[in-house]
């Protein structure tokens, strides 16, 4: 072929090829676009290579590139292999260089995200925002190795001991979510284990002392703030649960001709279904607040709209405003305090520990508790209430 040939090589409705020897051809689209392409054996097979579009590639162009690709050939070489090669290198190099720390956390996050609490989207992302991806987001996950999240945790480890071991919890986690989508290997956070100081065990603040209790439940009857809030402290005591469980409560849990609250599982910290046996004081006060919910669904509706419960933090707020230090009462201490006394009192630990909705590890004991244990849970919630009210007199 010449130049003038090719220049001047027409459409003709479908795609046609001309040779210009040795393999190479000229390939003209139907729509006109001419590119080149080289015909060659390997192992008796016939492959293709494409070398580029005319004109950005003349004739004089394609026979050097033609002669060079057979040179390669001719010593053993795969130029199309290699090419291919290189184009798959290219690209896992750019696939591992976009997998930041960050992008792999933001996956990560948005896969666990719904099964959270809103408590625990709030410490997990505390955890990220604050330590972790101001540090080590813009980096390729597959290159940070283990010292460097060591240095990192240390760091944070001086000026917050549960942040640090948190901190190394949500990157360990992080990781082998990363490592079963092919991004890593292995997951290097597993390599420092023991690395941070050991954590002391932290309990809950809570009056437990009897003579206490009583100064509560005359602060109770007086608080100041709204008749929901006091309804939900007064819950609080006569049934001890989880601060997130008591205040998203749906009047569909309450199944009043069974005196029962039926909390779903997955509102429960152990994502089983949890039952609670109601005294007759706590009845007393789910009727006192059904006037004030306003036919909102949640029994301790927000005061900034009825479709909405209470915020999280409402039920401590109301026992600062009462006078309680953080080093004397929270509101998870309602659960220490009924635990206690409830030991105190000689009843079985399995059925305390049930009506806490402490896990249990044996499955078959688990199903068993929940089956035949509610009359004995039934007779201690209202013993409770009793033991209160008695109290309180």
Not at 87 to 95: D, I, L, Y
Not at 323 to 342: K, P, V
Request: hydrophobic content about 40%.
């Amino acid at each position: 072929m010449t130049e003038i040939a090719v220049r001047n090589a027409k459409p003709r409705g479908k795609g046609y090829s001309l040779s210009d020897g040795g393999g190479l051809l000229l390939l003209v689209k139907g729509s006109g676009a001419k590119s080149w392409a080289l015909r060659y054996w390997v192992k008796g097979r016939e492959r293709r290579s494409g070398l580029g579009k005319y004109p950005v590639i003349s004739l004089t162009d394609a026979r050097e590139m033609k002669n060079t690709f057979k040179r390669e050939l001719a010593h053993g070489g795969d130029p199309q292999g290699q090419r291919k090669a290189r184009r798959e290198a290219a690209a896992r190099a750019e696939a591992v260089k976009r997998a930041t720390l960050a992008k792999i956390a933001g996956e990560w996050y948005a896969q666990r995200e719904p099964a959270w609490s809103i408590s625990s989207r709030r410490s997990v992302g505390r955890m990220l925002d604050k330590y972790i991806l101001p540090a080590m987001g813009k980096r390729p996950i597959s290159v940070i190795t283990a010292q460097e999240l060591l240095t990192l945790f240390l760091g944070i480890e001086k000026e917050s001991p549960h942040a640090a071991h948190r901190s190394k919890g949500v990157t360990s986690q992080i990781f082998q979510f990363a490592v079963t989508r092919g991004e890593v290997n292995s997951n290097v956070v597993h390599s420092l284990k023991g690395a941070l100081r050991q954590r002391q065990p932290t309990h809950h603040a809570a009056i437990t002392a009897p003579k206490d209790v009583a100064a509560l439940m005359r602060r109770i009857e007086k608080y100041g703030g709204s008749d929901v809030v006091r309804a939900a402290l007064w819950f609080s005591l006569y049934t001890f649960q989880r601060p997130g469980e008591i205040r998203g409560a749906a009047w569909e849990e309450m199944d009043f001709a069974a005196k029962l609250w039926r909390i779903p599982g997955h509102r429960m910290k152990n994502k089983r279904p949890h039952v609670v046996p109601l005294s007759s004081q706590a009845i007393g006060v789910l009727a006192g607040i059904a006037k004030l919910s306003d036919g909102s669904p949640f029994v301790f509706p927000s005061p900034r709209g009825r479709k909405v419960p209470m915020s999280e933090g409402t039920v401590l707020l109301a026992l600062r405003a009462m006078g309680y230090t953080s080093s004397q009462m929270c509101a998870h201490g309602f659960r220490a305090l009924a635990s206690t006394n409830l030991n105190e009192q000689g009843w079985n630990r399995d059925v305390i520990e049930l009506s806490l909705s402490h896990t249990e590890k044996n499955d078959v004991r688990a199903a068993y508790n929940r089956a035949e244990r509610l009359p004995e849970r039934r007779l201690m919630m209202q013993a409770w209430a009793d033991w209160l009210d008695k109290l309180n007199r």
